[in-house]
């Protein structure tokens, strides 16, 4: 019920292209779903968050699509750059609950 | 925002030692966590550090092993007893920010990367 599945597990993307990664989760009092990024040697930090009242957020190249009835959501990162090669995860919260679930991360690479 | 800061960085300790973490944050916080992340895997929740109170410990982890401290609103260490190298990881303080059912952003330390021989 807590779990939040993250695919794919490593992702390749050329310069300038649009990097895509999907998350799942069970738990239906979810109701925040925020996107983390890591850098090497360094902790998490928010990239870009959205609540199922919306379908889409967008910030600069960044974008979260959020289908509720699928229990899905996804983040699109377009003109993908190198300086976004890092570990992204996906995460769900709520039901009062003040602890987030993470999910299993994906290690994006944008070579030139 | 948070600042947070962890001491040490990073550590080598030998099997059967205890190595005590320590986390600072910029400012007062209601919510301290202390995560585990095994090197290119996800992060694990250890525990909550209530400040005044005991620490709150998720399934699988248990106060003899993982004490916690949170003398103050700024301030909580973690100290991972008894090592073997099944402990080897990276070990990260984080704060939230705003009230008890406010949604906030979740901050995080830069991680304490601990080895254990």
């Known amino acids: 019920q807590q779990q939040v599945k993250q695919s794919p597990q490593s992702l390749i993307v050329q310069k300038g292209g649009i990097s895509i990664i999907n998350c799942a989760y069970e738990n239906t009092a979810f109701d925040y779903f925020p996107w983390y990024q890591q850098f090497p040697g360094k902790g998490p930090a928010l990239l870009i968050a959205?609540?199922?009242?919306?379908s889409e957020k967008k910030e600069g190249r960044f974008t979260i699509s959020f289908n509720k009835s699928a229990k899905q959501f996804s983040l699109h990162i377009m003109d993908s750059q190198p300086g976004d090669s890092a570990t992204y995860f996906c995460?769900?919260?709520?039901?009062?609950?003040?602890?987030?679930?993470f999910g299993t991360g994906t290690k994006l690479q944008v070579i030139p | 925002s948070a600042v947070i800061s962890q001491k040490p960085s990073r550590d080598i300790c030998q099997r059967g030692t205890s190595l005590t973490i320590q986390c600072q944050v910029d400012s007062q916080v209601t919510m301290m966590f202390w995560y585990r992340q095994q090197p290119g895997q996800s992060l694990t929740l250890i525990a909550t550090?209530?400040?005044?109170?005991?620490?709150?410990?998720e399934s699988g982890f248990v106060i003899d092993k993982f004490p916690i401290s949170r003398p103050n609103l700024t301030f909580s260490t973690l100290t991972v007893s008894n090592m073997s190298p099944e402990d080897s990881s990276i070990y990260l303080c984080?704060?939230?920010?705003?009230?008890?059912?406010?949604?906030?952003?979740?901050?995080f330390g830069p991680g304490t990367r601990l080895t254990v021989l």
């Open positions: 984080s704060v939230r920010t705003g009230g008890l059912f406010s949604y906030n952003e979740q901050f």
């Open positions: 995460a769900a919260e709520g039901g009062g609950y003040q602890k987030v679930t």
């Open positions: 550090a209530n400040q005044g109170s005991e620490a709150t410990y």
């Open positions: 959205i609540r199922p009242d919306v």
